[in-house]
């Protein structure tokens, strides 16, 4: 981005951006794990009101503590980036408040309803109301979490995929015009899939992982097989399920955000019968020359399935990144215009709305028949209307590198999570994972780490790919972020570097120690 | 505990409501280090990093009702410095 302009200061725009990252990514160290373990606390306690077995009671008991520790630890992280919104992203805030405030809202008042309700039954209700009631209190402390994550989708979808808005220059925001349209956008539905079943393995290999310690350590065997059997159905289960679901959101980014696809592939000139890159050298530190190369070195492919993944069959046509500069036909004959062509419309869609606010606001009385004109235009191009801030087409192509190799991360764990939960549950159902040897639970052990650097790679892959867009096709970065000085934005950047990794630190000593500690058993 | 309190049936539906929440902190363990850690970050986060640090932009560079003339005006104005 050292080629963008403005009377912005650049690094604004760099430090605003890594702001809103580093604010992201921890956000998603604890959401996940809530979700994850919602599910697995769920189906123990499920058990446990299935059998009366205190055993179960015991092991909810204790895996509610962990989702309890990790859920303190994530209760407002979240509210940061809101005042990243309003603060570092003015334009933008202003843009899709209409949008957004909706969704949010929403999430705010469920969150709170429904989580301050019935975590408390949860944790205080065990002997105040009936199995029946606590149980369903259980799942629906999960419930609201997964309700909550629903209504964030759908707003981190809307801006991958804006639909059910219209754009009003007279309020200068994107309106509602359909409720129904922006809360059940395909787009949102394939990304919350994807999302919160990637989250459920999370749960599963931490499920699993801290058993396996268990084991290693020669204590809690009951606990450990009965919670190792429930993680690896879940992680097996999840794993599959975010395989299939993450080809939906492949289908849906390769229909609206070719660009992310092509850069995922390293796919500089695309066709159809497209192969599916497994490796290639991709310099890891610099934007490749997709100009003149005509792929990636070293490549190793598997034949058509870029096709099958982005539609769904193998002669599909995939374009590349030069094509999607340089303009291409898709099969069904619809044209898809060139950089250059979108640049010249989305410069007539701004000029028209600075001359539609002038003719209507200005000194003189508006002419309603220039206002109209205007308008029209302004509508007429209002689809490319973020490519007005383009000065250089390759400002449209984002980081390749990132996205290339956090897709490879983000698949290839997935692979390796299959096959892991897979040699588990061998072992707990044809051998004896008490007994199993050590280098299984050291890997369950490094499957911690993995599984978060995959989830994490999939939040690159899905905000690095959308670059410069902080609104698809509507607004970049640069027009997005508020006129404030960088040393500013630095300087909240690294305290919430120490904030956050302040907390992070507590949580895994809070944790450790109450993993050291075990379940407490009813009996005693 | 108020009089009324105390006069209240058990089986009343607030009052069991209220014993879930009050019996429940006041036998909280490892909860009452849970919600030191979340007073003392919501603390920071609204009394310090929203005070001094996140103010609304807009609120501050916008005059009120205005905000979307000064929306548009940046807007425009990027574009033409591009």
């Not at chain 1, 079943?197 to 290693?216: E, K």
Request: some cysteine.
């Amino acid at each position: 981005m050292s080629n963008i302009l403005l009377t912005i200061d650049t690094s604004t725009i760099e430090w605003s951006r890594a702001q809103f990252a580093l604010t992201a990514i921890y956000h998603w160290l604890f959401v996940p794990l809530t979700l994850g373990l919602a599910v697995i606390m769920g189906i123990m306690e499920t058990c446990y009101y299935r059998t009366k077995d205190t055993f179960w009671k015991d092991a909810a008991k204790f895996w509610q503590k962990l989702f309890g520790i990790n859920f303190a630890m994530g209760v407002a992280t979240g509210i940061i980036l809101e005042f990243e919104f309003g603060t570092n992203w003015s334009n933008y805030s202003w843009l899709v408040g209409d949008i957004f405030g909706a969704p949010l809202a929403i999430e705010g008042i469920v969150a709170f309803f429904m989580e301050s309700t019935f975590v408390a039954v949860m944790f205080f209700g065990w002997k105040k109301v009936s199995a029946g009631f606590h149980l369903a209190s259980t799942w629906l402390t999960g419930l609201g979490a997964t309700i909550s994550a629903w209504w964030i989708l759908v707003a981190n979808a809307w801006m991958q995929y804006p639909v059910g808005c219209e754009f009003n220059p007279d309020t200068m925001r994107n309106e509602m015009v359909s409720f129904a349209e922006v809360a059940l956008s395909p787009f949102a539905i394939d990304k919350f899939c994807h999302t919160v079943i990637s989250a459920w393995i999370i749960g599963a290999v931490f499920t699993v992982a801290v058993s396996c310690w268990y084991l290693l350590k020669g204590r809690e065997k009951k606990l450990a097989l009965e919670s190792i059997k429930i993680g690896a159905i879940v992680g097996l289960v999840a794993s599959v399920g975010a395989a299939l679901t993450g080809h939906h959101s492949a289908f849906r980014v390769a229909e609206v955000q070719p660009m992310k696809l092509a850069a995922m592939e390293a796919l500089y000139n695309g066709g159809t019968d497209q192969s599916l890159t497994a490796i290639a050298l991709v310099n890891p530190f610099a934007q490749p020359d997709y100009e003149n190369e005509a792929e990636a070195p070293l490549k190793i492919a598997v034949p058509y399935a870029l096709s099958i993944l982005a539609t769904n069959d193998p002669h599909g046509y995939v374009p590349g990144i030069n094509d999607i500069l340089n303009g291409y036909t898709k099969p069904d004959g619809t044209v898809e215009l060139s950089a250059d062509e979108k640049i010249e419309r989305g410069k007539k869609a701004i000029e028209a709305l600075a001359a539609y606010r002038q003719a209507k606001y200005g000194s003189s009385d508006g002419d309603a028949s220039v206002v109209a004109y205007h308008l029209e235009v302004l509508k007429e191009n209002m689809p490319y209307f973020g490519y007005g801030y383009i000065r250089d087409k390759s400002e449209l192509v984002p980081f390749v590198p990132v996205n290339f190799y956090a897709f490879r991360i983000m698949v290839g764990v997935g692979c390796l999570l299959i096959l892991f939960f897979m040699v588990v549950l061998f072992f707990v159902y044809k051998k004896d994972i008490t007994a199993a040897p050590k280098w299984l639970y050291w890997s369950a052990l490094a499957m911690i780490p993995l599984a978060y650097i995959a989830s994490e790679s999939g939040w690159l892959v899905a905000e690095f790919g959308r670059q410069p867009w902080t609104i698809q096709d509507m607004l970049p970065t640069w027009a997005s972020v508020s006129n404030l000085h960088s040393s500013s934005v630095m300087l909240t950047f690294f305290i919430f570097l120490i904030l956050f990794t302040t907390m992070l630190a507590v949580e895994i000593n809070i944790l450790v120690k109450q993993i050291k500690k075990g379940p407490e058993h009813e009996n005693n | 505990m108020s009089a009324k309190h105390k006069t209240m049936k058990k089986t009343n539906f607030w009052y069991r409501v209220f014993d879930l929440y009050y019996d429940g902190f006041r036998n909280m363990r490892l909860g009452k280090t849970l919600w030191t850690v979340i007073l003392i970050k919501l603390l920071i986060i609204f009394g310090v990093l929203k005070m001094f640090f996140f103010p609304n932009f807009l609120k501050e560079h916008a005059e009120q009702g205005q905000e979307s003339e000064f929306v548009a005006t940046e807007l425009v104005e990027r574009a033409e410095s591009h």
